[in-house]
């Protein structure tokens, strides 16, 4: 059977990603959880791990440097990568929010002011509801720009809820459910077809 590359989302939830595929029957020898190391081998070298950072997964698989990544919605939303979504895998939950102080008002006559690490996704959500925004772009700690009038709103990602409220700030829209998802080289899908089919049908019998 074709060899493949599996890409890995690094961060929050490579855990997650590690076990499912060892759950079926996937392990890399050098893989343990101090290693730097980025680059791993299964048993009979037929399948190669790396690691990315999760908004690079849908890049390195839209290149075919990665015949299949395991990676957040949000990244994939947010890279509009050319890549086969194919499989939810259930974990990684949370969901996208415009957030902000108690009170601030959406409806306003001025562009809203929007800090966010995902542009396209404020844009796109903004643009479907024929509001015009301002964006800021940031690469981490958005809560902050409301608090310190960097921005009227953000636009992130909410799990538990806790940097919201430890922030003082609210949901005051939600704009759609995230989890991590299986995606696939739009030409491997059909070069190394029977690798991948059977690697997502593995998947598919462990998913919990
Ligand atoms: C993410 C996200 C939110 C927070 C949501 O930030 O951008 O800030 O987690 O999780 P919660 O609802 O459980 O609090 P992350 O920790 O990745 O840091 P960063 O935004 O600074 O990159
Ligand atoms: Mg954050």
Redesign the pocket.
């Known amino acids: 059977m074709a060899a493949f590359t599996i890409a890995v989302a690094k961060g929050r939830t490579a855990d997650q990603s590690i076990l499912l595929l060892d759950s079926m029957g996937i392990t890399f020898q050098q893989l343990t959880s101090s290693s730097r190391k980025l680059i791993f081998y299964n048993s009979d070298e037929t399948i190669t791990l790396i690691f990315v950072k999760g908004v690079d997964v849908p890049t390195y698989v839209e290149k075919g440097a990665a015949d299949l990544g395991i990676v957040g919605k949000d990244n994939i939303l947010e890279s509009q990568a050319e890549i086969y979504e194919v499989l939810d895998l259930k974990f990684g939950k949370c969901k996208f929010a415009v957030a902000g102080k108690p009170g601030q008002v959406l409806d306003t006559m001025q562009p809203l002011i929007i800090a966010t690490k995902y542009p396209t996704i404020a844009r796109n959500y903004f643009s479907r509801k024929g509001k015009s925004i301002d964006i800021v772009k940031l690469n981490?700690?958005?809560?902050l720009a409301p608090l310190i009038g960097l921005a009227d709103v953000i636009v992130?990602i909410v799990e538990t809820g806790n940097?919201l409220r430890e922030n003082g700030l609210i949901i005051l829209e939600e704009v759609e459910p995230i989890s991590t998802r299986l995606i696939v080289n739009k030409a491997s899908f059909a070069l190394k077809s029977q690798a991948i089919h059977s690697f997502i049908q593995e998947v598919q019998k462990n998913l919990v």
């Open positions: 981490g700690s958005v809560e992130d940097t």
